[in-house]
């Protein structure tokens, strides 16, 4: 055996002996029948799922539902998100089953099974997104933090910081529970929304009208495309993926992966919905509400709740931002792990597996460079990975859902019928949305 | 490392799904949908190519 090969296999194996261990417990827990041994389960097995959801609402999800909300109120968009975050669920639950099935990340499978061409497509646009959309947060840790006074050098240099410790300090068990301590943080915007006082008849009338106030215009139908064509972005798939081979859940755990999945998926739509309540019942109508930036958004809220609401909103904007921008490092590092064959596991320490780290790292360092760089073409870049995933996304579902109804791979937890119906509809409508709204970026002026 | 863990573990979760991944062989509806897949692509690039150079980008 060379020397490579061996330090190779003896890192593989101080991996496995730590996710054993984590298995070992599960499986432990999985003996008892007693309530409270139940419940420690299902709170060992919450992760990935909760994760990928929550971090889906971030910084720029967070600014998006603001102005959602400023823009149109409550009306049409509270039905559509809950329809958003079903679609949400379908997808991310089949990456739950594939990891745990084939023990495999999303970029593994990619590369071994459709070859290098569509491997590199996908590992391209998905690093390439993902430093785009940590700039966003980065710019949301920043805005957040400047209501508490503090400069953007130093906001984003606090916030580089912390997902490097969280990145390369914490074994995957450890980095979880921080990550979910940290996601629940995002339910700050729920009693922001129960400050607002909404009128809950307005609320309940929502689900009867699908009222579209001011008809159906070009504005709308982008606002309907991004929040849609955005429910289910690409480093969601990846990400999930990762996790759940990383954690050392298996089959036996599909259930709970899908009980963790619909868990973030009720508090990823809770919040959404609260923020639209909050902006919808605070903001929209005011003169000028249809085309309020965050910032101003922020100083109504304080105007309106009183420094108390503005410094929560800002705090769950730093806390959106957080959360997502570790995510979507891990995100970088596990695909590029994965792509090239190198030891990838968040349970390796740094100078084990230097290659599986830097990528992530990297990428955090070149967004918060970005962010600070004066006059840096924000909105540019922001539409850049709009298009991006735009052009990505069909792929990713495609692959996901051939992957799904491989019975190679899969055995009998292949997909069911129902749900090819159900997965092939959402893939249509999201290749649609997602076409036709990479198309409304590319021509503004297209409808 | 601690010795106490047991490895059996290892072996009886995860070494099924660790067989060698080899290639997909493309073929029927399949292959047909990697080409549409293609055309999208190819066409999605055009048109960012040319919302680049018109300026609408």
Known sequence: MSKNLAYKVSQELEDAVIRAKDQEKVLALRQKRDWRSRLLLGLM?????????????????VMTYAQTGSAYGIGFFIPALILSGLIAYVVQ????????VTQRGHAEMIWGRYGS??????????????????????????VGMSVFGVPSWISVSLGLIFDAFSLLVLRYYRWERLSLWIAIGNLVFVPLALMAHPHWSAVLD??????IPGGFTPQFLFVILANFGTTIAPWMLFFQQSAVVDKGLTVRDIHNGRVDTAIGTAAMVLVALALITLTGSMVHGLPGSQDFNIQQILVLLGQRLGPVGEKLFALGLVEAGTIAAIALTASTSWAMGEAFGWPRSLNLPFHKAPRFYWPGLVSAVIAGGVVLIPHAPL??????????ASIFMPAALLFLILLLNDKELMGKYVNKGWQ???????????????GIF????IFPNLF | MNTKVDFSLVTLETSPAKAPLTRAKLK?????????????IFLMLVLVGYAFVHGTL
């Open chain 1, 206 to 211: 929502a689900f009867a009208s699908w009222h």
């Open chain 2, 28 to 40: 029927g509806w399949v292959n047909v949908v990697f080409w549409g897949l293609r055309l999208y």
């Open chain 1, 93 to 100: 639950e089949m990456t739950v089953r594939l990891g745990a």
């Open chain 1, 438 to 441: 990479g198309l409304t970026i």
């Open chain 1, 117 to 142: 061409f569509w491997g590199w497509f996908s590992l391209v646009d998905l690093v390439i997104a993902n430093v785009l959309t940590l700039i966003t947060e980065f710019i949301g840790i920043s």
């Open chain 1, 379 to 388: 909105g540019f870049l922001n539409l850049a990975v709009q298009v991006i």
């Open chain 1, 420 to 434: 090819n119906i159900s997965s092939f509809l959402i893939i249509g409508l999201l290749v649609v949305l997602n």
């Open chain 1, 45 to 61: 097995l919450l992760g990935p799922g909760v994760l990928t959801m929550i971090a889906d609402n971030d910084a720029g999800g």
